[in-house]
């Protein structure tokens, strides 16, 4: 079932070459951060390129249920009039976070130290997952939590009257959960710290620091140690939000699928803590090239140059990079797929408890496509068969997950049979224009019936 409405079958078919330009939208993962750190300031922040995404629209109802006000110029341009740190109003009803693990997750850590009590809910997908990874440091706060067996949504959070500062190690490599814990730490006296052994995506941290936050960052051998001091007045930002790596990766893999292709995906992220999947395919050998590398707004960006590359092999990708590409390997193991020789990924127990367990939805797609994959619990691999030889001919399972669905339709590009997914409705929650976009660039993906 889709997420909001019937399913949507989509296919895809191998067909023309791909060519053009693909402007994919603007990062999901900075595009929440926009609206809650928006609604924690004081004034109004105006954010150009929002991801308009349902889990990004999501979390924007969100903001307006605690008083925030949220408005939607038009063409990519929002504004937040936010009611500050501490200043969140209790929602009259349940906060429906849809699909999003990340909008929930950074929700509940921004309302934990309020004197609030707020119950959190989603589809079926979210409210499978575990929020006890959240709900455990926000205990350290002083914050309750009484939710489904396993620490499944739907869940009440009841604020910290109180909040005393905390210092938690993140047990998983998680930025949803720092992030939490850092928003928490906002509304708390002293100096809250985080540390995390591996590093992962550092969006909060910087646009913190962009509001106003005093924070700090040390690398030590306990890891990552950031540390907040509380109680801030954030003041409201201009924020351009860049393009996402994380959907600019179905374009890419693609063009290296697509007999012919030359596509290029301008303006895209490299922050190092994102681009992982990039380097990783370099490593394979695909004809994969950063053009126009620049800095805009401290990050570094490029465009990204795809063509298609019958060439690619296998590869061991390095576990220590497995956070940098967390939501990358569903479309990696669709390229290794095509790639001759097997592809080893280890350290990726994170990618069971997604949107799906998107180790297991991928594995049983692929086998059903002819394709050998071997699994454990935290590593997979993928025997590539090499290009012409990828069968396909196969209807996959979406299971409320927008990159299984994607992965799929790109996978279908190269395959010899078309290769369908039950639902194409997720592909809405962090790409809504993935159609179109694949349309213009001349793949043949479309909803099966028409
Ligand atoms: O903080 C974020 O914006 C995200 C963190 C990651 O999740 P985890 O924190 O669960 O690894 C990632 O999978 C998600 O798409 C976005
Ligand atoms: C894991 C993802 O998102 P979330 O956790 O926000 O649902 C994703 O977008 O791949």
Redesign the pocket.
């Known amino acids: 079932m889709s997420s909001h409405g019937a399913p949507i079958p989509m296919t895809s078919r191998k067909g023309a070459a791909l060519r053009g330009e693909a402007h994919v939208p603007g990062d999901?993962s900075i595009s929440h951060r926009s609206l809650i750190l928006g609604a924690m300031a004081v004034g109004e922040t105006k954010v150009t390129g929002l991801l308009e995404g349902q889990?990004v629209l999501d979390t924007g109802r969100a903001m307006e249920a605690f008083g925030a006000e949220v408005v939607n110029h038009g063409g990519g341009e929002w504004s937040v009039h936010g009611v500050g740190v501490g200043g969140f109003s209790e929602p009259e009803n349940v906060i429906d976070c849809g699909?999003?693990?990340?909008?929930v997750r950074l929700i509940m850590g921004a309302m934990a130290t309020s004197d609030i009590a707020v119950t959190f809910t989603g589809d079926a997908s979210l409210n499978g997952r575990p929020m006890g990874r959240v709900t455990d440091p926000l205990a350290l706060f002083g914050t309750q939590s009484v939710g489904r067996t396993g620490g499944r949504l739907p869940m009440t959070i009841v604020g910290a009257k109180n909040p005393v500062p905390v210092r938690y190690t993140v047990p998983v490599p998680s930025a949803?959960v720092k992030s939490a814990v850092l928003l928490a730490g906002l509304n708390a006296p002293g100096e809250t710290v985080v540390i995390e052994k591996e590093a992962t995506r550092d969006h909060t941290e910087r646009m913190l620091v962009g509001f106003g936050a005093e924070l700090s960052v040390e690398d030590t051998d306990e890891g990552r140690v950031i540390t907040l001091v509380g109680q801030p007045e954030l003041k409201p930002q201009t924020i351009i939000v860049p393009r996402d790596p994380?959907s600019a990766a179905f374009p890419v893999c693609a063009a290296l699928l697509a007999e012919g292709s030359d596509v290029l995906v301008p303006n895209i992220g490299l922050n190092s803590t994102r681009a992982g999947l990039f380097y990783t395919l370099q490593e394979m050998g695909a004809d994969l090239t950063f053009e126009n590398m620049r800095e805009e707004g401290g990050e570094p960006v490029a465009d990204l140059r795809a063509k298609y590359s019958p060439d690619m092999v296998g590869i061991d990708v390095p576990p220590a990079r497995a956070a940098s590409m967390i939501?990358e390997y569903p479309v990696l193991s669709v390229v290794a797929a095509f790639a001759k020789g097997q592809t080893v990924m280890k350290g990726v127990k994170e990618l069971r408890v997604?949107?799906s367990d998107r180790i297991d939805a991928m594995a049983k797609g692929l086998r059903a496509a002819g394709v050998e994959v071997d699994e454990g619990p935290d590593w997979w691999t993928v025997t590539g068969l090499g290009f012409g030889n990828v069968e396909g001919g196969i209807t996959a399972e979406s299971r409320l997950d927008?990159?299984i669905a994607m992965s799929f339709l790109v996978m279908g590009l190269a395959t010899n049979k078309p290769m369908s997914v039950d639902d194409g409705g997720p592909i809405a929650t962090?790409f809504p224009i993935f159609e179109g976009l694949m349309a213009d660039l001349g793949a043949s993906v479309t909803r099966s019936n028409t």
């Open positions: 999901k889990d699909n999003s693990g990340t909008g949803q994380s939501d997604k949107e927008h990159r962090s």
